[in-house]
Protein backbone atom coordinates (compact mmCIF):
# COMPACT_ATOMS: atom_id res chain seq x y z
CA UNK A 1 0.00 0.00 0.00
CA UNK A 2 1.20 3.66 -0.77
CA UNK A 3 0.62 5.62 2.19
CA UNK A 4 0.64 8.96 0.14
CA UNK A 5 -2.51 7.70 -2.41
CA UNK A 6 -4.19 5.79 0.59
CA UNK A 7 -7.97 6.57 0.61
CA UNK A 8 -7.97 5.20 4.19
CA UNK A 9 -5.10 7.02 4.91
CA UNK A 10 -6.20 10.38 4.24
CA UNK A 11 -9.67 9.99 5.69
CA UNK A 12 -8.12 9.14 8.90
CA UNK A 13 -5.75 11.96 8.38
CA UNK A 14 -8.88 14.53 7.90
CA UNK A 15 -10.80 12.29 10.96
CA UNK A 16 -8.04 13.56 13.24
CA UNK A 17 -7.55 16.77 11.79
CA UNK A 18 -11.15 17.60 12.46
CA UNK A 19 -11.25 16.86 15.43
CA UNK A 20 -8.45 18.21 16.84
CA UNK A 21 -10.24 21.31 15.53
CA UNK A 22 -13.35 20.68 17.16
CA UNK A 23 -11.57 20.04 20.48
CA UNK A 24 -9.94 23.51 20.27
CA UNK A 25 -13.30 25.31 19.22
CA UNK A 26 -14.97 23.38 21.88
CA UNK A 27 -12.92 24.04 24.89
CA UNK A 28 -13.86 27.59 25.59
CA UNK A 29 -17.01 25.78 26.35
CA UNK A 30 -15.80 22.81 28.67
CA UNK A 31 -16.62 20.24 26.02
CA UNK A 32 -15.04 17.26 24.65
CA UNK A 33 -16.24 16.05 21.51
CA UNK A 34 -17.77 13.27 22.88
CA UNK A 35 -20.23 15.81 25.27
CA UNK A 36 -20.97 17.37 21.97
CA UNK A 37 -21.79 14.76 20.13
CA UNK A 38 -23.88 13.63 22.91
CA UNK A 39 -25.66 16.98 23.42
CA UNK A 40 -26.18 17.18 20.04
CA UNK A 41 -27.81 13.40 19.65
CA UNK A 42 -29.70 14.89 22.44
CA UNK A 43 -30.89 17.73 20.84
CA UNK A 44 -32.37 16.35 18.37
CA UNK A 45 -33.55 13.12 19.62
CA UNK A 46 -35.13 13.64 23.63
CA UNK A 47 -35.28 10.87 25.72
CA UNK A 48 -33.43 8.74 23.95
CA UNK A 49 -32.15 5.46 26.02
CA UNK A 50 -28.15 4.75 27.01
CA UNK A 51 -27.84 2.15 24.50
CA UNK A 52 -28.82 4.06 21.46
CA UNK A 53 -27.45 7.36 22.75
CA UNK A 54 -23.85 5.29 23.13
CA UNK A 55 -23.92 3.67 19.12
CA UNK A 56 -24.94 7.35 17.68
CA UNK A 57 -21.52 8.76 19.69
CA UNK A 58 -19.84 5.68 18.91
CA UNK A 59 -18.60 5.01 22.54
CA UNK A 60 -19.57 1.49 24.59
CA UNK A 61 -22.62 2.16 27.35
CA UNK A 62 -20.33 1.95 29.65
CA UNK A 63 -18.64 4.85 28.86
CA UNK A 64 -21.95 6.63 28.04
CA UNK A 65 -23.04 6.33 31.61
CA UNK A 66 -19.97 8.08 32.73
CA UNK A 67 -20.32 10.43 29.82
CA UNK A 68 -23.65 11.25 31.23
CA UNK A 69 -23.03 11.57 34.77
CA UNK A 70 -20.81 14.36 33.88
CA UNK A 71 -23.17 15.94 31.58
CA UNK A 72 -25.91 15.66 34.51
CA UNK A 73 -23.03 16.66 37.12
CA UNK A 74 -22.64 20.37 35.01
CA UNK A 75 -26.25 20.61 34.73
CA UNK A 76 -26.26 20.32 31.36
CA UNK A 77 -28.74 16.98 31.38
CA UNK A 78 -31.60 15.55 33.08
CA UNK A 79 -32.31 11.75 33.44
CA UNK A 80 -36.30 10.61 34.29
CA UNK A 81 -37.19 6.73 35.06
CA UNK A 82 -34.18 4.17 35.95
CA UNK A 83 -32.20 1.53 34.64
CA UNK A 84 -33.14 0.26 30.84
CA UNK A 85 -35.95 2.71 30.65
CA UNK A 86 -33.62 5.86 31.78
CA UNK A 87 -34.45 8.71 29.21
CA UNK A 88 -32.39 11.36 28.97
CA UNK A 89 -33.14 15.00 27.86
CA UNK A 90 -30.94 18.59 28.02
CA UNK A 91 -31.66 20.84 31.13
CA UNK A 92 -32.60 24.41 29.81
CA UNK A 93 -28.57 25.32 29.98
CA UNK A 94 -27.97 22.02 27.82
CA UNK A 95 -30.21 23.69 25.37
CA UNK A 96 -28.02 26.96 25.89
CA UNK A 97 -24.62 25.48 25.56
CA UNK A 98 -25.62 23.04 22.04
CA UNK A 99 -26.58 26.41 20.03
CA UNK A 100 -23.00 27.63 20.83
CA UNK A 101 -21.67 24.21 20.35
CA UNK A 102 -23.37 24.00 16.67
CA UNK A 103 -22.39 27.33 15.72
CA UNK A 104 -18.48 26.31 16.96
CA UNK A 105 -18.70 22.78 14.97
CA UNK A 106 -20.05 24.44 12.21
CA UNK A 107 -17.74 26.66 11.72
CA UNK A 108 -14.74 24.39 11.88
CA UNK A 109 -16.71 22.57 9.61
CA UNK A 110 -16.50 25.22 7.05
CA UNK A 111 -12.78 26.20 7.28
CA UNK A 112 -12.50 22.42 6.57
CA UNK A 113 -14.77 22.65 3.36
CA UNK A 114 -13.73 26.16 2.74
CA UNK A 115 -11.64 25.23 -0.29
CA UNK A 116 -15.25 23.01 -1.95
CA UNK A 117 -18.33 24.37 -4.05
CA UNK A 118 -22.01 23.41 -2.90
CA UNK A 119 -21.86 20.56 -5.33
CA UNK A 120 -18.43 19.11 -4.16
CA UNK A 121 -19.74 19.06 -1.20
CA UNK A 122 -22.37 17.51 -1.95
CA UNK A 123 -20.45 14.91 -3.73
CA UNK A 124 -17.98 13.97 -1.37
CA UNK A 125 -21.31 14.08 1.32
CA UNK A 126 -22.42 11.36 -0.94
CA UNK A 127 -19.44 9.16 -1.55
CA UNK A 128 -18.63 8.68 1.64
CA UNK A 129 -22.09 7.51 2.30
CA UNK A 130 -22.02 5.23 -0.49
CA UNK A 131 -18.50 4.16 1.14
CA UNK A 132 -19.97 3.78 4.62
CA UNK A 133 -22.76 1.41 2.99
CA UNK A 134 -20.22 -0.64 0.86
CA UNK A 135 -18.62 -1.92 4.64
CA UNK A 136 -22.06 -2.59 6.25
CA UNK A 137 -22.48 0.02 8.18
CA UNK A 138 -25.72 1.92 8.99
CA UNK A 139 -25.74 5.61 7.14
Same mark, same amino acid.
Given at each position: ????? +? /??????????????????????????????????????????????????????????????? %????? %??????? +???????????????? /???? +????????????? %?? %???????????????????????
Amino acid at each position: MDVDS +S /IGYALKRTATALRTAMEASLRSLGLSVPQYSCLEILSARPEISNADLARGVFVTRQAMHQLLG %GLQEA %GLVSAVG +SGRVQRYSLTPEGQRV /IVAA +SAAVVAVEERMLS %GL %GAAERRRLHDDLERCTAALGERA
